[in-house]
T-cell receptor, first 115, second 112 residues
């Protein structure tokens, strides 16, 4: 089972360039998430999608856009990359349990460096 | 807004020592509680979870956590740590508002 697959695993960008991080899950989960992880700051939610066709802002959405292409795929786009977006990005998915998100299944992460 | 606070940023223990990592959350409604572990260079994976029922939950690798509703706490414990437990540990709250919030993490270093 592939679980949650993210691409690319590593990327170096120059300031102002754009790029899209791809995420796909094969577990038939309704909810998908994008987090960024920075040292000493834990995981911060960028955007999430509770179901196909819906997206909502998380804690740190500025500078990002997302697309829930279908139930399997949830992409994160940086339109004009900035050095402050240097981070490790994790995609995650889950199903609801007792009307709340259950266990999150994470991808392996995408390490992005913006010069 | 929901929030999660982990009391210790970095804990250093010797092998066989006991471990307790604190976690408090702020949210007035129903929550699902989790501890995740991240080994060096890897992604997060589930250690244990609490949805309802017995407030003392057991997870993998000998870890357990106790949910104390009155204190909004979900502390992680292990009676005897091993060198292989060296990792970063995250407490997380998933609420019926659809969001999942993580604490800042606690780095555990176990000396052999």
């Amino acid at each position: 089972n592939a679980g949650v697959t993210q691409t690319p695993k590593f990327q170096v960008l120059k300031t102002g360039q754009s790029m899209t991080l791809q995420c796909a899950q094969d577990m038939n989960h309704n909810s998908m998430y994008w987090y960024r992880q920075d040292p000493g700051m834990g995981l911060r939610l960028i955007y999430y999608s509770a179901s196909e066709g819906t997206t909502d802002k998380g804690e740190v959405p500025n500078g990002y856009n997302v697309s829930r292409l279908n139930k399997r795929e949830f992409s994160l786009r940086l339109e004009s990359a900035a050095p402050s977006q240097t981070s490790v990005y994790f995609c995650a998915s889950t199903i609801e349990i007792l009307r709340s998100p259950g266990e999150l299944f994470f991808g392996e992460g995408s390490r992005l460096t913006v010069l | 807004a929901q929030s999660v606070s982990q009391h210790n940023h970095h804990v250093i223990l010797s092998e066989a020592a006991s471990l307790e990592l604190g976690c408090n959350y702020s949210y007035g409604g129903t929550v699902n509680l989790f501890w995740y572990v991240q080994y060096p260079g890897q992604h997060l994976q589930l250690l244990l979870k609490y949805f309802s029922g017995d407030p003392l939950v057991k997870g993998i690798k000998g870890f357990e956590a106790e949910f104390i509703k009155s204190k909004f706490s979900f502390n992680l414990r292990k009676p005897s740590v091993q060198w292989s437990d060296t990792a970063e540990y995250f407490c997380a709250v998933h609420t019926n508002a659809g969001k999942s919030t993580f604490g800042d993490g606690t780095t555990l270093t176990v000396k052999p």
